[in-house]
């Protein structure tokens, strides 16, 4: 089988109809790197968050043939620092078999020329911490590893008692 050439990769915003291969992509995504218990997410959540009325990302959806071949999970985000917005990367993903074809790179690419063209100077995401090959490709795209930065994180009931708790952080 030959590749096809990267003009034959068509990029488009998903739209509410593409929830279950956005989420199948994301289990997928989850799988890969060896934590697919991760993945809480639902269709429906995805549904409610991405097209309602107040959507909370946005998607661009690789297709080749007709066949979907990647997607690319993403949000405004802003630096202070830099006084400018910028884009949040949350999930790239291209199927297996059309890996080696460029389609990540124009999934990212076109998110941010987007960004770009609305103002934006920056694109930021994280890497699963084993994940190589990942690390490999987004350095061979310019996409470098912060070292001056660390995630942080509060999830489930902790977060959810760390939001209920008074300001003063003392019990009421």
């Known amino acids: 089988m030959t590749n096809p050439a990267s003009n034959d990769v068509i990029l488009r915003p998903g739209t509410i109809d593409d929830v279950e291969t956005i989420h199948g992509a994301i289990l997928k995504l989850g799988t890969h790197i060896g934590a697919p218990e991760e993945i809480i997410s639902t269709a429906d959540d995805l549904r409610t968050w991405g097209f309602g009325a107040k959507p909370a990302f946005s998607t661009l959806i690789a297709e080749v043939d007709g066949e979907f071949a990647g997607l690319c999970l993403h949000f405004p985000i802003f630096s202070t620092w830099m006084g400018r917005p910028g884009v949040y990367v949350q999930d790239l993903y ?24 609305d103002g934006g100077v920056y694109l930021r995401l994280s890497v699963d911490t084993d994940n190589e090959g990942a690390k490999a490709f987004y350095e061979r795209l310019g996409i470098a590893w912060s070292s001056y930065e660390q995630t942080q994180k509060i999830i489930g009931e902790a977060f959810f008692a760390f939001g209920d708790a008074p300001e003063n952080g003392e019990q009421e």
């Open 94 to 117: 291209v199927e297996d078999r059309f890996r080696g074809r460029k389609v990540g790179e124009r999934l990212l690419r076109r998110v941010a020329a987007e960004c770009r063209r």
